[in-house]
């Protein structure tokens, strides 16, 4: 996962919406750490479970958001996650709980268990 991320690093831009979904371990983070790797980000990567928002000062830089611990969509609104997108490049784990609320990704990315490994499944759609 970490090699993909950091395949998917060069292409990045301030203002690119990512989705990245999968079960609990597939991965998600791991690929985040790769992308931020790649950007030259050498500092820890951990999951925002609990902070839900990560900012690195990375070129391009990177907002990690992890949405897993989001009930309800009105909850993603205190994020002010439209704000991070004028400057960002947002990576949003558990991209369901935004309820429709950021429109459509500029990639999603998902993730799966499979009997040798993981299954990854990248889709460009706008």
């Given at each position: 996962?970490?090699?993909?991320?950091?395949?998917?690093?060069?292409?990045?831009?301030?203002?690119?919406?990512?989705?990245?979904?999968?079960?609990?371990?597939?991965?998600k983070t791991t690929l985040v750490r790769g992308v931020l790797r790649a950007l030259g980000h050498t500092g820890p990567?951990?999951?925002?479970?609990?902070?839900?928002?990560?900012?690195?000062?990375?070129?391009?830089?990177?907002?990690?958001?992890?949405?897993?611990?989001?009930?309800?969509?009105?909850?993603?609104?205190?994020?002010?996650?439209?704000?991070?997108?004028?400057?960002?490049?947002?990576?949003?784990?558990?991209?369901?709980?935004?309820?429709?609320?950021?429109?459509?990704?500029?990639?999603?990315?998902?993730?799966?268990?499979?009997?040798?490994?993981?299954?990854?499944?990248?889709?460009?759609?706008?």
């Amino acid at each position: 996962m970490e090699d993909l991320g950091g395949n998917l690093a060069g292409d990045l831009k301030a203002g690119d919406l990512v989705f990245l979904s999968g079960p609990l371990g597939a991965g998600k983070t791991t690929l985040v750490r790769g992308v931020l790797r790649a950007l030259g980000h050498t500092g820890p990567v951990r999951s925002p479970t609990f902070s839900l928002v990560h900012l690195f000062a990375t070129e391009p830089p990177v907002c990690h958001v992890d949405l897993y611990r989001i009930e309800a969509g009105h909850e993603v609104e205190d994020l002010g996650l439209e704000d991070y997108l004028e400057t960002h490049a947002v990576l949003i784990e558990w991209p369901e709980r935004l309820e429709g609320r950021l429109g459509e990704p500029d990639l999603r990315v998902e993730i799966d268990f499979a009997p040798d490994g993981r299954e990854v499944k990248i889709s460009t759609l706008k």
